[in-house]
Nanobody
């Protein structure tokens, strides 16, 4: 059974950092891509990054990330991380990780292409 569990959210001041974790189980991580998404109150869910696990490449939504976020992986723990720096109030949202089977080099940013989702973790950026 595919499972993804996010953690690491919380309240942080503008300019601060958070590291989100996505612990995966029930599937071979190398055969999947992991997407990070977020949904702010009253807004549609939007893509943040897509991590192609097999080849180690990460693709970012530049409009959202602006060079501030980075995805990494812990092989031993089957965990994918989203390091977020220089956080702004506009980054306040529920953050999700999602999984989709890898197809070639395709790394989707559309949420409807991901069949498996975690429960989300709240990130609040406020002074």
């Amino acid at each position: 059974q595919v499972q993804l569990v996010e953690s690491g959210g919380g309240l942080v001041q503008p300019g601060g950092s958070l590291k989100l974790s996505c612990v995966t189980s029930g599937f071979t991580l190398d055969d999947y891509v992991i997407g990070w998404f977020r949904q702010a109150p009253g807004k549609q869910r939007e893509g943040v990054a897509c991590f192609s696990v097999r080849d180690g490449d990460t693709y970012y939504e530049d409009r959202v990330v602006k060079g501030r976020f980075a995805v990494s992986r812990d092989n031993a723990e089957n965990t994918v991380y989203l390091q977020m720096n220089s956080l702004e109030p506009e980054d306040t949202a529920v953050y999700y990780c999602a999984a989709d089977r890898s197809v070639g080099y395709y790394c989707p940013f559309s949420d409807f292409e991901y069949p498996f989702w975690g429960q989300g973790t709240q990130v609040t950026v406020s002074s």
